[in-house]
């Protein structure tokens, strides 16, 4: 298997050295598992990639915003790229500083603003004039400069899922790359504004890199452009987005990218920042789940299992596909089927068609691939509790996250006196 931690044993599932079973013994199912030396890996492959230049790594935390794995991440050294003041929250609360912390998204509200503004974080990644208006605003009436960037839209095709293509004209994101250089001339007559940086991210599950290139060749143009002009930069992000293997996917190595980034920039003396999110943790998680029923209708097969769509909605959302594989490995008999959840929607389902061998009720599927985008989009559609996370490390286990119980529905919930 791809992943190095995942390995059969006795036709056994071993997550590191931890039995599958015990897991799902102590804590239930669905349950999300992580390993802490995937996770390490992938942290450790920017860094040695990159090592031969001024970087920083912003952790994409909207990928998997877990507290615990956040600690791990910014104990590493890398920092935090938020869309959201809860985020900025967490981030600041697992140790993130913010000077390491970037802000991107296109509809920061003003009270986000003024907290991170507070908090001194590191840039603003500003994606339309109006926001830049409001940020120097607030900056203002703090008697602040805010750092910015602007996130530029370079207009190129990033050959991934159009729900999670980004970079192009017509997409919501970012200031059009024909406007940039007026934009950033108004910036930088802003009295809450400082200008230091440039920033674009194009696109998620990238699997090659000429998109990305030819992106960062604009951008470059225009670092160039704008210095000549006296406005300095000096942060050069060029966002997160690189692709990990769900199937077959071939993933350029991150030595790759680093090759061909590296000779672009190098004459411009910025400091690199990348906002990788699944690349750190796609394929660090598993989420393990129950097979509950076996039916067949019109012989088409149906495996009805305990994990659904408000666990995991990638497969819903976009048509994803994630592997799945049976905790023990006996059966040589293949069936194929539809793997669903049980929330009641036509669109719930993990797997159509797949192939895989046959399961009986109360075994076990474990699904790969499912530590980005997994339980940061979890729900409690149908009113289904939010399931637990436990973090693996060699033979020993920790639970990182509670699985929600019955009362957790109530939490907020207000009569309306007199009614
Ligand atoms: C989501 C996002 C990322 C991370 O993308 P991945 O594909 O998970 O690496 C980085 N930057 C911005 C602005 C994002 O919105």
New binding site residues.
């Given amino acids: 298997m791809a992943e190095e931690y995942l390995n059969y044993r006795n036709k056994r599932l071993f997550i590191e050295n931890v039995d599958f079973e015990k897991l799902v013994n102590k804590f239930g199912t669905p349950l999300y598992v992580y390993s802490f030396s995937e996770l390490t890996k992938n942290i450790k492959a920017y860094q040695e990639a990159f090592s031969s230049c001024k970087t920083l790594f912003c952790y994409?935390c909207?990928?998997n915003s877990n507290f615990e794995l956040l600690r791990i991440i910014g104990r590493s050294g890398f920092g935090a790229?938020i869309?959201s003041g809860g985020e900025l929250f967490v981030s600041l609360k697992a140790g993130i500083s913010p000077k390491k912390i970037v802000y991107?998204?296109v509809g920061k509200r003003g009270d986000e603003i003024l907290y991170a503004l507070n908090s001194d974080i590191l840039m603003f990644?500003v994606e339309s004039e109006e926001e830049l208006l409001e940020i120097n605003r607030i900056a203002i009436s703090l008697n602040k400069k805010a750092r910015i960037s602007f996130?530029i839209n370079p207009d190129v095709d990033p050959e991934t899922h159009h729900y999670?293509a980004?970079g192009l004209a017509l997409s919501k994101f970012g200031i059009d790359i024909k406007e940039a250089e007026k934009l950033y001339q108004k910036a930088a007559r802003l009295k809450g504004i400082e200008v230091v940086g440039c920033q674009m991210?194009i696109g998620?599950?990238l699997t090659k890199l000429s998109p990305i290139i030819e992106a960062a060749h604009k951008l470059v143009g225009l670092v160039k452009k704008l210095n000549k002009k006296g406005i300095k930069i000096s942060l050069l992000d060029l966002?997160?987005?690189?692709g990990i293997t769900y199937k077959n996917e071939k993933v350029p190595a991150l030595s790759m990218l680093a090759k061909r980034i590296l000779p672009l920039i190098e004459e411009l003396g910025v400091t690199l920042i990348l906002?990788?999110?699944?690349?750190i943790v796609g394929n660090t998680g598993v989420l393990l789940t129950k097979v509950l029923y076996l039916k067949n209708k019109r012989n088409k097969n149906f495996v009805i299992i305990d994990a659904g769509m408000n666990d995991l909605i990638r497969p819903s959302l976009y048509d994803a596909y994630h592997e799945i594989i049976p905790c023990v490995n006996k059966s040589n008999k293949m069936i194929k089927a539809d793997i669903v959840g049980p929330v009641c929607e036509s669109g719930d389902f993990l797997a159509k068609e797949r192939a895989m061998p046959f399961v009986n009720n109360n075994s076990y599927l474990c699904v790969r691939s499912a530590g980005?985008?997994g339980f940061s989009m979890a729900s409690n559609y149908n009113f289904r509790l939010k399931p637990a996370e436990v973090l693996v490390k060699g033979d020993k286990y920790y639970l990182i996250r509670d699985r929600e119980n019955l009362s957790d529905l109530l939490v907020n919930q207000k009569t309306a006196v007199g009614v």
């Fill in positions: 994409a909207k990928a790229d869309v991107s998204g990644n996130r999670i980004t991210h998620s599950q966002g997160g987005g690189l906002e990788p999110g699944r690349s980005a985008y």
